[in-house]
């Protein structure tokens, strides 16, 4: 089982504090896209989550950041997380 959340958010960064700690891992050319689609590991032990970031196509001032599965841990940080402007895709 895996469930899987994508934001997509005006950002000028690619990465946000999400509150967690990633290790980058890979990268990938995406077809019919000039932009890179980044690979990150949660790097808290034990924890399998995994993101991609890319760059939206149609919209590059947009970033859309997809979430794979839920931590099963706290966030490292003891800041809170305010949840940034974002919907729900489904990936059609
Ligand atoms: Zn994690």
Not at 25 to 54: A, I, Q
Not at 66 to 90: G, K, M, R
């Amino acid at each position: 089982m895996s469930s899987r959340i994508a934001f997509r958010t005006r950002s000028e960064l690619e990465i946000m504090d999400d509150g967690y700690k990633w290790r980058k891992y890979g990268k990938k050319s995406v077809k019919n896209s000039p932009n890179l689609r980044n690979y990150y590991k949660c790097s808290f032990e034990g924890c399998n989550v995994k993101k991609t970031v890319e760059r939206d196509r149609d919209d590059s001032s947009y970033v859309i950041t997809t979430y794979d599965s839920v931590h099963n841990h706290e966030s490292p940080f003891s800041t809170s997380y305010t949840q940034i402007s974002s919907f729900l895709s489904s990936d059609s």
